[in-house]
């Protein structure tokens, strides 16, 4: 069994049913709940958008609701001077430029404000069933660790290397369960490494058990 296999059956067994955690309807609503998810739960995420979809469930309606008023809702997910400012501006761009409608392109998305490659990537893995990789923290560090990735890889060449290890039909639901165990088992501070079972394949394992410096292997790459 080749590495990836190993890990692919692993995360399988760990986490069968993974995946997007955020409550949406369409397109527009799953961008709007991807903006608003940086540096927050999805679980506050999905409480907050309960109301704001029931007042604005499109760009148009977004920009009727008005920045202040958004502001207000989304106080709860933090950041919202920043966060309420994306969310108009993509609404804005999403009309003049697209017609209201979110396109399913990496390329169109990453033009969008407020847009980044690691949302454009959830976006179109979960509203258009393309088979992305979105490479967040938890992608990042659990990708250096296992070896899928160079320890001082970025997260762009973290993506590029996944693309080619993981099988295309597996990229979506790989990306939601390394996201899980990241949050679950390999943490970021006490990785739960003695009832892992891919230490015997895992870099930072052996790294941290020969290595006094082994805590600076996670800051490579940032
Ligand atoms: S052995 Fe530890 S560091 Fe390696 S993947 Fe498992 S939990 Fe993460």
Do not use: W
Request: hydrophobic share 35%.
């Amino acid at each position: 069994m080749t590495k990836i296999d190993k890990i692919l059956s692993y995360l399988d067994e760990l986490f069968p049913n993974a995946e997007c955690a955020l409550n949406f309807e369409n397109p527009y609503e799953l961008l709007v709940a991807v903006i608003l998810s940086a540096q927050c739960t999805d679980k506050r995420v999905n409480i907050v958008t309960k109301d704001l979809f029931s007042l604005a469930d499109s760009p148009e309606k977004m920009l009727a609701l008005g920045q202040d008023k958004l502001k207000e809702i989304i106080h709860p997910c933090g950041f919202f001077n920043t966060k309420s400012k994306a969310i108009i501006e993509t609404s804005q761009d999403l009309i003049y430029r697209f017609n209201g409608q979110v396109p399913s392109t990496l390329e169109e998305l990453t033009t969008l404000k407020g847009v980044g490659r690691k949302t454009a990537n959830v976006v179109i893995a979960n509203a258009f069933n393309g088979q992305t990789i979105a490479v967040d923290t938890h992608v990042h560090r659990v990708s250096k660790r296992l070896g899928l990735t160079t320890e001082n890889s970025t997260p762009l060449k973290c993506e590029m290397d996944l693309l080619i290890v993981v099988p295309e039909d597996k990229r979506s639901k790989f990306h939601h369960q390394l996201i899980l165990f990241g949050r679950n088992v390999c943490k970021a501070i006490k990785p739960k490494c003695d009832e892992c079972q891919l230490k015997n394949i895992c870099k930072f394992y052996k790294f941290a058990n020969t290595n006094k410096n082994f805590k600076n292997y996670d800051k490579k790459g940032k």
